[in-house]
């Protein structure tokens, strides 16, 4: 079949794969060997699929790959190595895949990365390493990747973020690393990150973060720092963040913020501030943030709010106050809410004819 361009053979029942079973599709572009028993690639077994563009090997069972086992693919595009039992990355594996954008390890057993293996993917856009056993990163081990966008850390058993991980990351745009054990980020961890739009931390063991931690992200719109150990932020934290769209405090143990903490937030809106301690809300919290659709403070600890908390929100659609310790609620406070679709107050004390009084209005 000299002139098959794109071959699928997932869960086709394989558990080889020779050089000689491939030798002749010397045109193939597109190959699929998912969901497969495969536990080893054998030296040669692609050096005559030059034109390979794609190559799917999610699912099996490779434990080990040779160091050249790549060698000859120099216009491979996406390589997809997820769900496999990958221990290590060897430095050359990687030498002549350069126009490589896409490369998938999830779910392996990578317990280290070196920057020998990943220094040659200059090309590379997309490099997802969740569900593995990292347990710490080499401080120069992306620094080659020059232009990756997104990277993806998820789930491994990182315990900190060091100021020089993420250097020479310039067009990265994308990044998480939640569900680890990191309980510390050093300050200038970001520093060389000016184009990040996303960024996820959830579900670590954070409990503070360096005061200035965000000031080179100027592009940052969404930022998760939920379910970790959180008690305070500092007041000028999201300085700079103009663009900030989305921000999820949710699952800390804030006992309150600081009344100008999103002030440089203009944009603002989204704000997920459920399951903390806050015992109050400062008066100027959400002043000047007319962007505001969705505010979630349920599940903490407020008693009362003032009359001119929610007062700039003309645009929010949902308002949960639900499971607190709210007994009365001033008259006025929903006034302004001419937008508002949803609201919570379940689970309080109210008691109080000033709800109704408010309500209605």
């Known amino acids: 079949m000299p002139l098959l361009n794109s071959l699928d053979a997932s869960s086709a029942g394989l558990s080889a794969l020779g050089v000689a079973d491939l030798a002749g599709l010397t045109q193939l572009a597109h190959l699929n060997l998912s969901y497969n028993t495969l536990t080893q690639l054998e030296t040669g077994t692609f050096d005559r699929m030059t034109g390979l563009t794609t190559l799917d090997l999610a699912a099996n069972a490779i434990i080990t790959l040779p160091s050249n086992v ?16 990958v221990t290590e990355l060897q430095a050359g594996l990687f030498v ?48 080659g990747l020059v232009n990756l966008e997104v ?13 020089t991980n993420f250097i020479n990351l310039t067009s990265l745009m994308v990044l998480s690393f ?11 961890a970001f520093d060389t990150l000016p184009n990040l739009e996303q ?4 579900d670590n063991l954070l409990t503070v973060l360096p005061k200035d931690l965000f000031h080179y992200n100027p ?5 998760s720092l939920f379910d970790s150990y959180i008690a305070e932020l500092d007041e000028g934290i999201f300085h700079g963040l103009t663009l900030l769209n989305t921000i999820i405090l949710a699952g800390n143990n804030l006992d309150g913020l600081p009344e100008d903490i999103f ?3 203009t944009m603002l809106e989204v704000a997920a501030l459920s399951y903390n301690s806050i015992d109050e809300l400062e008066p100027g919290l959400f002043s000047g943030l007319s962007s505001i659709l969705y505010v979630d403070v349920e599940s903490n600890d407020i008693a009362t709010i003032d009359a001119g908390l929610l007062s700039d929100l ?18 006025d406070v929903f006034a302004h809410l001419s937008a508002l679709q949803s609201l919570d107050l379940g689970n309080n004390r109210l008691h109080s004819v000033g709800l109704r009084m408010s309500m209605a209005k």
């Open 70 to 85: 790549f060698a000859a693919l120099t216009n491979l595009v996406t390589l997809n190595l997820a769900d496999n039992y």
């Open 199 to 202: 960024l996820a931390m959830e």
């Open 178 to 188: 939640s569900v680890n054990d990191i309980a510390y980020v050093e300050a200038g």
């Open 314 to 331: 003309s645009y929010l659609v949902t308002l949960r106050l639900g499971e607190m310790q709210l007994a009365s609620l001033p008259n």
């Open 151 to 163: 990277l993806i850390l998820d789930d491994n058993d990182l315990t900190g973020i060091n100021a």
């Open 263 to 265: 002030q440089p937030c």
């Open 96 to 143: 002549n895949t350069i126009n490589l954008t896409s490369l998938d390890l999830t779910n392996n057993h990578l317990g280290t990365m070196s920057a020998d293996a990943l220094g040659p993917l200059t090309s590379l856009v997309e490099l997802v390493l969740d569900q593995n056993n990292l347990g710490h990163l080499e401080r120069d081990v992306f620094e």
């Open 219 to 223: 592009q940052l719109q969404y930022l």
